[in-house]
């Protein structure tokens, strides 16, 4: 069951700018979003069933990036979705309703925004190779800006197409050999990582690992504690158990 709108206004101050758009789109909602798992009774902070609420573990904002997420309809309200994990971690952070035909103006208007260096994480496979890039430019004076297409494989593919304003950005294609340790989604394909396993690899690729650590830390707590509240992932529960353990 989702929240009242009300309750949400009273706290956009204390929330990352996911959780933020989370709260605005619910103030505009013609009804409820009832997806798998709605009759759960959650914490209002970090979505997870109240027994098992991370907020005891949120870090203190830190890094000298900034992150930029693009998001599907829909995509934040998922209890699933790790973006905003990341918008808990990276202390400079903006979240946007992606729209076709209408962008956000204010999105159009952090784009050109000349302190920041906008770069668009997707695979290279679907850019012009004249685009590509293998890692981030650090020697830049201006604040690197990471941006995250947030929703499923498609809809992320759909927004990289559908989005003119992002064509002449740089793309970093973050190389992930490993299979995702997310198990949280079914994904199409192994080596398809979640939001937050991506941004992980952005923040070693621009020499912030103090964040790609905390932020590796915080997502293994998510997932652990996200699984328990899941009786038919519980052949899973030992393996995300085991990781935070080992750190």
């Known amino acids: 069951m989702l929240d009242s709108p009300l309750f949400f206004v009273t706290k956009l101050i204390n929330l990352n ?25 959650r914490c209002d902070a970090c979505l997870l069933p109240t027994r098992n609420c991370i907020c005891g573990y949120c870090p203190t904002p ?54 920041y260096f906008p770069i668009v994480v997707f695979p290279h496979e679907y850019a012009q190779p004249s685009r590509c890039i293998s890692t981030p430019p650090l020697d830049t004076d201006k604040k690197l800006l990471f941006i995250f297409l947030d929703g499923t494989w498609r809809e992320a593919k759909k927004m990289f197409v559908k989005s003119p304003y992002l064509k002449d950005l740089p793309v970093l294609g973050v190389t992930q050999d490993v299979a995702s340790d997310y198990l949280l989604r079914e994904s199409t394909h192994a080596f398809q990582h979640c ?20 932020l590796a830390h915080y997502f293994n707590i ?13 052949h899973k529960l030992a393996f995300a158990s085991q990781q935070v353990k080992d750190e």
């Open 17 to 41: 700018s996911v959780m933020s758009l989370r709260a605005e789109e619910l103030t505009k909602a013609a009804r409820p979003f009832n997806a798998r798992g709605s009759k759960v009774i």
């Open 222 to 234: 998510f997932r652990r504690e996200y699984l328990k509240g899941k009786p038919h992932l519980q």
């Open 62 to 115: 830190q890094t000298s990036v900034a992150v930029l997420f693009l998001m599907y309809k829909g995509e934040y309200y998922k209890p699933t979705n790790t973006g905003r994990l990341i918008a808990d971690v990276v202390k400079d952070n903006h979240a946007f309703l992606w729209n076709r035909t209408e962008p956000d103006s204010a999105l159009l208007s952090l784009l050109k925004n000349d302190a």
């Open 195 to 214: 939001t937050a396993e991506v941004g992980i690899s952005v923040l070693e690729l621009a020499n912030e690992q103090k964040g790609a650590q905390t």
